[in-house]
């Protein structure tokens, strides 16, 4: 049997590699005022070529930071998202060892056909492809070994990043950003847990055909190894030379994809990641990777639509309410003046009823101007703490902002907004909580 437990000597390995890694991470004005001279975009290259090779989560926590406005450069994100999606697979025997602690000695008796190479390989896992005995075209998961013991080392080594972060700039209050993104992290290690979210989202999208969900082998699926439908598609990014209106059935689709559960149910995909669907020819999209899921109080959504409300209409009692019900605190006019700015942004195209690409108005350029802005003033202030949710929930906005900009995608994102929220009910929402999240999530 594979043993799970790594030694001592395995973890301190582990946070030397990680040292030598995560220290890099370190946003370029934190390394110059430590007197650190940096070429940023040398430093990004070096620091990819050192993570390829660790298994682990160091890339989806700079993924995740690479929303939050100000803490991590853009030229890193940059390289870090990319490496998400293309990192190194392990070999045959790790293969080998991994299937048969998890199905038995004799797994191999289950399929006509296993393939040896990983098709993709991301930072807890890779993906085989597999024909079983009863002709099912198969995509098996098989977690990376150790993980836990490897996300807990990451995360303590994290955890002394953001206080060196703390230390230097005086923007954000990151301990709700850490105390959330450790929560998740430790649950993506769950592979049934991962299939159960799966089953909930079919049931909240059932009604949304052109939205495809793999189906679950139980049979073959445990805590480690998760066992799907294969499902063919095109890689989402190559729909980008496509006709314009299959560009933009695509991106609605994705849009609905993504928040009509966060809108019916309070459910939200917590990994943006284009590497995480397929298209068809027709638009339909199919999604992957449930591990990363944030369930919502009903009350914070009512925030989310107050927030759209209040800037629609300029109503500052609206927009403070809002961000009140959010979980923020003690805010003073600078902080709201801030955080309004950044909402500006994210909301700024459902605010016109017209059709309209997001370059319009959320080009990465001004994205970047606006999280500088935004920092400022909240170093200014004297910082802020975020309230957890909303490091996944800006997360979202900021990730699909980006595959629709990408996608070059033309909707009037105002009437396919509207159409989501349409009826929405903190009652509804809740039942919906009650009905499906039976264990929670």
Same mark, same amino acid.
């Given at each position: ?18 040292? @030598? ?46 929303? *939050?406005?100000?803490?991590? +450069? ?56 597999? *024909? ?67 089953? *909930? ?65 309070? @459910? ?29 109080? +009903? ?98 906005? *900021? ?43």
């Amino acid at each position: 049997m594979e043993s799970e437990t790594s030694s001592l000597g395995q973890r301190l390995k582990r946070y030397g590699n990680v040292s @030598l890694g995560g220290a890099s991470l370190l946003p370029t004005f934190l390394l110059k005022s430590l007197g650190v001279k940096v070429d940023p975009y040398q430093h990004a290259d070096d620091i990819t070529a050192v993570l390829g090779n660790l298994k682990g989560p160091l890339m989806k926590i700079a993924q995740i930071l690479g929303t *939050v406005p100000g803490i991590l +450069p853009e030229e890193y994100s940059e390289k870090l998202r990319k490496l998400q999606a293309e990192a190194p697979s392990m070999g045959w025997p790790f293969v080998k060892r991994r299937m048969a602690t998890e199905l038995g000695s004799s797994w191999q008796d289950h399929f006509k056909h296993f393939e040896k190479t990983a098709r993709f390989a991301a930072s807890l896992g890779q993906v085989h492809h597999a *024909v079983d005995q009863k002709g099912r075209a198969l995509a098996l998961k098989l977690q990376y070994p150790d993980m836990k013991g490897i996300i807990e080392a990451d995360l303590l080594q994290f955890k002394g990043l953001l206080s060196l972060y703390n230390k230097f700039s005086k923007g954000l209050e990151t301990g709700e950003i850490y105390e959330e993104i450790k929560k998740h992290l430790l649950e993506e290690l769950d592979y049934e847990k991962e299939a159960f979210h799966m089953e *909930v989202f079919r049931a909240v999208l059932k009604d949304f055909k052109a939205i495809r969900i793999p189906t679950v082998v139980p049979e073959f699926t445990t805590k480690r190894l998760l066992t799907l439908s294969w499902e063919e598609g095109r890689p989402l990014l190559e729909f980008k030379d496509a006709p314009q209106t299959l560009k933009n059935t695509v991106a609605q689709n994705l849009f609905e994809a993504w928040y009509v559960p966060f809108y019916r149910a309070g @459910l939200l995909h917590g990994d943006p990641h284009p590497g995480n669907y397929r298209g068809q020819e027709d638009g339909t999209l199919t999604l992957f990777d449930f591990g990363c899921v944030r369930v919502f109080r +009903p009350k914070f959504i009512q925030g989310v639509i107050d927030l759209y409300r209040s800037l629609l209409t300029n109503d500052e009692a609206l927009m403070v309410f809002a961000y009140e019900s959010w979980g923020f605190k003690n805010l003073q006019k600078p902080v709201i003046t801030a955080l309004t700015l950044w909402a500006r942004f994210l909301y700024g195209p459902l605010l016109y009823d017209r059709v309209m690409s997001l370059q319009e108005n959320s080009t990465p350029e001004a994205g970047k101007a606006i999280a500088a802005t935004v920092h400022k003033a909240l170093r200014e202030a004297g910082g802020i703490s975020p309230p957890r949710e909303f490091v996944f929930m800006d997360r979202a906005a *900021v990730g699909l902002g980006s595959v629709f900009i990408r996608l070059e995608a033309k909707l009037n994102w105002h009437r396919v907004f509207e159409n989501v929220i349409e009826g929405f009910d903190v009652q509804y929402v809740e039942k919906q909580q009650n009905k499906y999240l039976n264990p929670k999530i």
